[in-house]
């Protein structure tokens, strides 16, 4: 299964996307991030469940300069190819 991220805080205008994109690269895990227009960053992740367990703890701290104040994880049934960024919804 893989997994639905809603993250909430200091978490747009950091570099948070480019960062979880290295991350997920680094972890062997697809799917994609994105932007919210409600400054919240939202990501669905698929992978080893090691990784995306991985996954879960680096999004709770962000890259340097991101703030998280909190991260939604609920499992979804999708499966991704690749990893990528996604235009702002």
């Known amino acids: 299964m ?3 991220l809603r993250i909430s805080g200091r ?3 950091v570099g948070f996307r ?3 994109a290295e991350e997920a690269e ?3 895990v697809t ?3 994105r932007n919210r227009g409600d ?3 939202e990501s669905v992740l698929d992978g080893d469940p090691d990784a995306l367990e991985a996954m879960v703890v680096w999004a709770r701290q962000g890259p340097r300069g991101a703030q998280v104040m909190g991260v939604q994880v ?3 049934a999708e499966s991704f190819q690749r990893f990528e960024m996604r235009p702002t919804e």
Do not use: F, K, N, P
Request: no cysteine.
């Open 31 to 33: 799917g994609w991030v």
């Open 18 to 20: 480019y960062s979880m």
């Open 26 to 28: 680094r972890l062997g």
């Open 74 to 76: 609920t499992e979804v």
């Open 2 to 4: 893989a997994r639905h």
């Open 11 to 13: 978490v747009q205008g």
């Open 39 to 41: 400054g919240t960053v």
